[in-house]
């Protein structure tokens, strides 16, 4: 069949557009990020093909893949909004991507353990240090007038920040005294002794076998989590990083600012959790702790272990070794880490804090530096730290925190506020009389009570101090 001139003409084109198509990888990099100067193929339900502004497609993405709450700053009740997709809040998919597992000291699994309950699994040290994996996920901080949010996704999307996979131990940190290493175990051998390393415990209700390690300092917290491989700072004390990310997934499964609220394992009508971790080991008195121990550590490391990679709590009765009854304590558990909060102050690196004094002598300012490259890690400057906000200067339950855009959970407000309105934690703080580097406590410890949780924060010491009622945990966070 013959063609028409103009037919040819239509032919000739599509040869020409043919030979001088490039495929995808031969494409130039499009100019900038923004969204709104670009626009894609689509095909319609009735397949039409069509074009589209990419940037309204974004916030059905954002919709679809991403969960998280918001919160009034205006408002004093500690409840959050869940907001994003609503599937997501009752399917957890970050959430329960989290697992306890088995880390040897090159970063390697060694060994998932049951979801259901870890009690069958060897966890003493012998096949790796006992870690909970946080898997990798993508977060969002925003703030539009007095509204906060918070939202996390398994995917990209634009505007997040990658958090990548971590581990953090357990339990509370132990010292394998051979070669001074901090590990995650449960071991009531010699080896592992706890609190002071107390020998003349053994045997006693005051046993500090099987126990945490406390009164060290931070710098040498740092130092005995990496004895566990030299040459590398994968291996790390607890850090400021790690206790955000625990904080916000808590906050955004629960959708509450108040660790300590009572737990309840039943879900809500929608399908959502609800409650919190109960008091935690946060109610024994203080002069009754120190009669009995001096304040160390008194919680067996494991002690929750039947719960394996869930959340939950678990009542622990201390008697003397003669029987007699001293007290009932609730052991909380958060997706398999034992007591993320209370029985004992948690040291966090890769934070430091400038405290300056008043006017005339200083600026009258605490600014708070942070870190998340621990190869900079540091307990004498801050090289290598970003400025995030300045610290409340006062003592009190926390009415609001730094947040900005990477969702700081130190207080910078600390007035107005109560054990159970906004955040629910205290913050404890002082004003010295020359300009000092602090370092920060989480947490609160078995005599704060109400005070503790989550987002308690303490910038009393300096790097260098050890306390009876000071531990931390071990962190690992491997190379990208």
Same mark, same amino acid.
């Given at each position: 069949?013959?063609?028409?001139?103009?037919?040819?003409?239509?032919? *000739?084109?599509?040869? %020409?557009?043919?030979?001088?198509?490039?495929?995808?990888?031969?494409l130039?990099?499009?100019d900038?990020?923004?969204?709104f100067?670009?626009v894609?193929?689509?095909?319609?339900?009735?397949?039409? #093909?069509?074009k589209?502004?990419?940037?309204?497609?974004l916030?059905?993405?954002?919709?679809?893949?991403?969960?998280?709450?918001?919160r009034?700053?205006?408002?004093?009740s500690?409840?959050?909004?869940?907001?994003?997709?609503?599937?997501?809040?009752?399917?957890?998919?970050?959430?329960?991507?989290?697992?306890?597992?088995?880390?040897?000291?090159?970063?390697?699994?060694?060994?998932?353990?049951?979801?259901?309950?870890?009690?069958?699994?060897?966890?003493?040290?012998?096949?790796?240090?006992v870690?909970?994996e946080?898997?990798?996920?993508?977060r969002?901080?925003?703030? #539009?007038?007095?509204?906060q949010?918070?939202?996390?996704?398994?995917?990209?999307?634009?505007?997040?920040?990658?958090?990548?996979?971590?581990?953090?131990?357990?339990?509370?940190? %132990?010292l394998?005294?051979?070669?001074?290493?901090?590990?995650?175990?449960?071991?009531? #051998?010699?080896?592992?002794?706890?609190?002071?390393?107390?020998?003349?415990?053994?045997?006693?209700?005051?046993?500090?076998?099987?126990?945490?390690?406390?009164?060290i300092?931070?710098?040498?917290?740092?130092?005995?989590?990496?004895?566990?491989?030299?040459?590398?700072?994968?291996?790390?004390?607890m850090?400021?990083?790690?206790?955000?990310?625990?904080y916000w997934?808590?906050?955004?499964?629960?959708?509450?600012?108040?660790?300590? %609220? %009572?737990?309840?394992?039943?879900?809500?009508?929608?399908?959502?959790?609800q409650?919190?971790?109960?008091?935690?080991?946060?109610?024994?008195?203080?002069?009754?702790?120190? *009669?009995?121990?001096?304040?160390?550590?008194?919680i067996?490391?494991?002690?929750t272990?039947?719960?394996?990679n869930?959340?939950? *709590?678990?009542?622990?009765?201390?008697?003397?070794?003669?029987?007699?009854?001293?007290?009932?304590?609730?052991?909380?558990?958060?997706?398999?880490?034992?007591?993320?909060?209370?029985?004992?102050?948690?040291?966090?690196?890769?934070?430091?804090?400038?405290?300056?004094?008043?006017?005339p002598?200083?600026d009258?300012?605490?600014?708070?530096?942070?870190?998340?490259?621990?190869?900079?890690?540091?307990?004498?400057?801050?090289?290598?730290?970003?400025?995030?906000?300045?610290?409340?200067?006062?003592?009190?339950?926390v009415?609001?925190?730094?947040?900005?855009e990477?969702?700081?959970?130190?207080?910078?407000?600390?007035?107005?506020?109560?054990?159970?309105?906004?955040?629910?934690d205290?913050?404890?703080?002082? *004003?010295?009389?020359?300009?000092?580097?602090?370092?920060?406590?989480?947490?609160?410890?078995a005599?704060?009570?109400?005070a503790?949780?989550?987002?308690?924060?303490?910038?009393?010491?300096?790097?260098?101090?050890?306390?009876a009622?000071?531990?931390?945990?071990?962190?690992?966070?491997?190379?990208a």
């Amino acid at each position: 069949m013959a063609l028409t001139s103009a037919q040819e003409a239509v032919v *000739i084109q599509m040869l %020409a557009a043919f030979e001088g198509g490039k495929r995808i990888q031969d494409l130039p990099e499009v100019d900038g990020t923004n969204p709104f100067n670009l626009v894609t193929h689509v095909i319609d339900k009735d397949g039409e #093909s069509k074009k589209a502004a990419l940037a309204s497609m974004l916030p059905y993405l954002e919709s679809q893949c991403a969960y998280g709450i918001e919160r009034d700053k205006t408002v004093s009740s500690p409840a959050c909004t869940r907001i994003g997709n609503a599937d997501l809040h009752r399917s957890l998919p970050i959430h329960n991507r989290m697992k306890g597992c088995l880390l040897n000291d090159d970063g390697e699994v060694v060994e998932y353990l049951p979801p259901e309950s870890w009690l069958g699994s060897t966890r003493d040290g012998s096949r790796g240090q006992v870690m909970v994996e946080i898997p990798d996920h993508y977060r969002k901080f925003e703030t #539009s007038g007095n509204k906060q949010r918070v939202k996390i996704s398994e995917h990209p999307l634009p505007g997040y920040h990658h958090v990548p996979k971590m581990y953090i131990s357990a339990y509370e940190a %132990a010292l394998q005294r051979t070669g001074n290493k901090l590990s995650s175990v449960v071991n009531d #051998s010699a080896d592992f002794r706890g609190c002071g390393n107390q020998s003349a415990w053994d045997g006693t209700c005051r046993s500090a076998l099987g126990r945490p390690v406390t009164g060290i300092s931070r710098t040498n917290f740092r130092a005995y989590a990496r004895n566990r491989k030299a040459g590398s700072t994968e291996w790390n004390c607890m850090t400021y990083e790690a206790q955000k990310t625990l904080y916000w997934l808590f906050v955004i499964e629960y959708a509450t600012l108040n660790s300590q %609220a %009572a737990y309840n394992p039943q879900l809500t009508s929608e399908g959502y959790r609800q409650g919190g971790l109960g008091d935690g080991v946060t109610t024994w008195d203080w002069n009754s702790w120190s *009669i009995f121990n001096g304040n160390y550590p008194f919680i067996p490391c494991g002690y929750t272990d039947h719960h394996g990679n869930k959340s939950g *709590i678990v009542d622990y009765y201390l008697y003397t070794e003669n029987g007699d009854y001293i007290d009932t304590f609730t052991v909380p558990r958060y997706r398999g880490i034992e007591n993320p909060f209370g029985h004992i102050w948690k040291w966090t690196d890769g934070i430091n804090i400038r405290i300056s004094p008043n006017a005339p002598t200083g600026d009258g300012l605490s600014k708070v530096f942070v870190c998340d490259d621990p190869e900079k890690f540091t307990d004498s400057n801050y090289n290598g730290y970003s400025h995030v906000g300045n610290e409340a200067r006062n003592e009190g339950y926390v009415k609001e925190i730094i947040f900005g855009e990477y969702g700081e959970i130190m207080p910078s407000v600390s007035s107005g506020a109560g054990s159970t309105t906004y955040f629910c934690d205290y913050h404890y703080t002082n *004003i010295p009389s020359a300009e000092t580097l602090r370092g920060v406590l989480f947490g609160g410890d078995a005599a704060d009570g109400a005070a503790a949780g989550f987002a308690c924060a303490n910038t009393y010491n300096a790097p260098s101090d050890t306390n009876a009622s000071v531990g931390s945990r071990l962190c690992f966070f491997p190379k990208a």
